[in-house]
């Protein structure tokens, strides 16, 4: 689906959709338990994917709008039938593939085409380490995988710089182990909030994991159990990222965004990075709100060693703002759903933007650029498709992005939304 974007002034009020990454934990959280319900779940083609797994180990989901039902597997989670695709969702893979180690034969797990050029190396080293057996098809450490092994626990070392989901699948089955599971971190771990997420989700649902001098450990033979039966899951700040990009840029009225619950985020960062760039941005911690308007935005220096989904967001603020906005520390961010560093330097200079792109910095040249409509490539990535929607808003002439269908991996309905706040947009 091709989406069009013309000049627009947004304005009123939206609610970011539920966090993507809280929604995959919760429900692979819930398929370890014996039962539990996931409220607020984000209903998105990633997160049916870990559905789909779930009922894959031996698991039942039940989904009632955005409520969902799951008789689990009580840590024991059966071969699968069939072949588990992940579809385009590397969290799914990499968080089901410590699943899959748990079990007594072998499971197969595959995905589209930009999955299987992803990388899960050292996952399937860890899992070796631990005596079970993770193997890549193609012997390149990319789907398809082959996992299985019924792993006991142990120690196991792991870089932190390729991906926390990793470290995040390692601890989620090692909960249910023998005997635990150590892991010891060869390099300083980046993305690391998103494990600070899975600790938070973890505890919910009543599983201890401890911090060590080398990294994290679990103790094994412990039981999934949400207090209550249930967990909600909260609003998403990558996706809501783009609501506060477009307020800040275009939101001449000023735009609310709600749902804005604090919680271990990292993304939640993109308020301070805005604030930095003098936004007129408040946010009610208390009340879960947002109000940002427009006004004269000033090019920062970000670093996104933790905060890898908000690069294309910041890339894009950085061709509204004045100055230079060098956003470094972005080496990880090419091995997403696409290269989103280079996607974003492609695509924004389409649009008349004035970018450098280095191996680790992406400087977008803010006073040199002025923002044309153009034909851009959503390259398949919900993310690059939604930062060039923003971008859209205020360049001028008609923004046209292929793809557009891809913002239902964690944000669907965006362009219903910002067709609410007033933001002329075209599908065909």
């Known amino acids: 689906m091709d989406v069009s974007i013309r000049p627009s002034s947004v304005a009123g009020d939206a609610r970011a959709p539920p966090s993507k990454s809280y929604t995959h934990r919760a429900i692979l959280a819930a398929g370890y338990s014996e039962t539990a319900t996931v409220e607020d779940a984000l209903v998105s083609a990633d997160t049916r994917a870990t559905m789909r797994a779930v009922d894959a180990f031996g698991g039942t989901v039940d989904r009632n709008g955005s409520t969902v039902d799951v008789e689990g597997f009580d840590g024991r989670p059966a071969v699968p039938d069939d072949v588990i695709d992940c579809a385009n969702s590397g969290t799914t893979m990499r968080l089901v593939t410590g699943c899959a180690a748990l079990g007594d034969g072998l499971t197969v797990l595959t995905g589209d085409d930009s999955l299987r050029s992803r990388p899960h ?170 109000d940002v308007s427009r006004t004269p935005l000033s090019g920062v220096e970000v670093d996104v060693g933790d905060t890898p989904d908000l690069l294309p967001t910041i890339a894009t603020l950085g061709a509204v703002a004045d100055g230079d906005t060098r956003i470094v520390n972005c080496e990880h961010v090419r091995y997403k759903e696409t290269d989103r560093v280079s996607a974003m330097a492609e695509e924004l200079t389409k649009m008349g933007a004035s970018v450098t792109e280095e191996d680790d910095v992406l400087t977008v040249h803010g006073s040199d650029t002025d923002l044309v409509g153009a034909d851009v490539d959503g390259r398949h990535d919900h993310r690059i498709v939604m930062s060039l929607a923003v971008a859209g808003l205020v360049a001028e002439g008609t923004t046209t992005i292929t793809g557009g269908e891809h913002v239902d991996v964690s944000f669907p309905g965006f362009f219903d939304v910002l067709d609410g706040l007033g933001a002329t947009v075209g599908r065909e």
């Open 121 to 290: 190396g050292p996952l399937l080293d860890a899992i070796a380490q631990l005596d079970g057996r993770a193997e890549s098809t193609r012997g390149n450490g990319q789907a398809p995988l082959v996992v299985g092994g019924h792993v006991s626990g142990g120690r196991v070392s792991i870089p932190g710089d390729v991906s926390s989901q990793f470290i995040t699948a390692l601890l989620m089955a090692g909960a249910v182990t023998e005997s635990g599971v150590d892991v010891d971190l060869e390099t300083e771990l980046k993305s690391a909030p998103y494990v600070d997420i899975t600790v938070e989700v973890l505890a919910d649902f009543g599983v201890e994991v401890e911090r060590t001098d080398a990294g994290f450990s679990v103790p094994g033979r412990q039981s999934y159990e949400a207090e209550g039966g249930t967990y909600r899951v909260p609003g998403d700040f990558s996706s809501m990222s783009y609501l506060l990009a477009a307020g800040a840029v275009a939101g001449d009225d000023g735009v609310t965004v709600h749902g804005a619950r604090p919680s271990a985020q990292g993304d939640s960062a993109i308020v301070s990075v805005l604030e930095r760039m003098g936004a007129d941005i408040d946010w009610n911690r208390d009340g879960g709100t947002i």
